[in-house]
């Protein structure tokens, strides 16, 4: 399958015929997941009303992480395969990571100040979200440094590698720690702490987020192989000169 | 939903800057797209004269 798609065009022959499917399936769970977040769903016992921020929250935070693993490992199959697309997938991958990680701590931030008091506190959880906005900014900036795409490839693809080892700290701060946040209650040994009615909303938004991200990331791929494919062309007519 | 909660702003305020920042995310995405294409076709056409 990595093979298949190391020609661009195949590529992006196979996205064009994804995309309109996926962009259904997103408006889809996105008009479900908010019916259920805002209207379907309960109050919480002690959170009232302040629990429904949890639905926008809890997915910009799984995928904060999800996408910063998935750029390692695009920049791992690159290192080590020469993959062509590997760094592509890489690079459009972290501003929409950036993106959502920039959600979890901004809607965190919102749902802290009437349940915790402040906005902010540098407890485990908190400060490593906050280092791996860090990591994405950093390497964003590694890509628009160099003239030549071939270094930023080189340093960026060490910056996602090494920074992955943040992926585990943001996990198993609440355990590891003594935090303000509260421990994980979905994604745990034991199955969901979290009542029927407040999951399912809750797992159809974490579908449309991851949906969207799939949508918005094949066409910022596809931005990046026209770039290439632009930049390529400009070096070709100067030589030719 | 109850529509009197005091809280409401701050779920608002969490479910306007969710909207805003994606839909800021997929104009910024979009608006590149346009712009990589109008070059595209501007060298080509360029290349073709």
Not at chain 1, 108 to 113: D, M, N, Q, R
Not at chain 1, 180 to 195: E, W
Not at chain 2, 21 to 46: D, P
């Amino acid at each position: 399958m990595i093979q298949v798609l190391a020609n661009p065009n195949r590529f992006l022959k196979i996205a064009h015929a994804i995309l309109p499917f996926a962009w259904a399936a997103t408006a889809l769970c996105f008009a479900v997941g908010l019916y259920g977040a805002i209207f379907a769903s309960p109050a919480d016992y002690q959170q009232g009303e302040t629990v429904r921020i949890m639905y926008v929250h809890v997915p910009a935070a799984w995928m904060g992480l999800f996408v910063y693993v998935l750029m390692a490992i695009a920049s791992a199959v690159a290192l080590i395969f020469r993959h062509p697309l590997a760094d592509v997938a890489a690079k459009a991958a972290a501003p929409l990571g950036a993106a959502y990680c920039f959600l979890a701590l901004a809607t965190g931030s919102i749902w802290g100040k009437p349940m915790w008091g402040t906005w902010w506190v540098w407890d485990a959880r908190l400060t490593s979200m906050f280092v791996l906005m860090l990591l994405y900014l950093g390497y964003i900036a590694i890509w628009r440094s160099f003239d030549d795409p071939h270094r930023a490839a080189s340093l960026a693809r060490v910056v996602a590698l090494v920074g992955v080892i943040n992926i585990p700290i943001v996990k198993f701060s609440v355990d590891w720690w003594n935090t303000l946040h509260q421990p994980a209650s979905v994604v745990k040994m034991s199955g969901p702490a979290i009542d029927p009615s407040m999951l399912w909303p809750l797992l159809t938004m974490a579908v449309a987020y991851t949906l969207l991200f799939l949508c918005l990331h094949l066409t910022a791929m596809e931005n990046e192989i026209m770039d290439r494919k632009l930049r390529n062309s400009r070096l070709k007519s100067i030589e030719a000169r | 939903m109850d529509w009197t909660s005091p809280h409401l702003g701050f779920v608002s305020a969490a479910y306007g800057v969710s909207l805003i920042t994606l839909a800021a995310i997929a104009f910024a995405v979009f608006l590149r797209r346009a712009s990589l294409k109008r070059h595209l076709q501007k060298f080509e056409s360029k290349q073709g004269d």
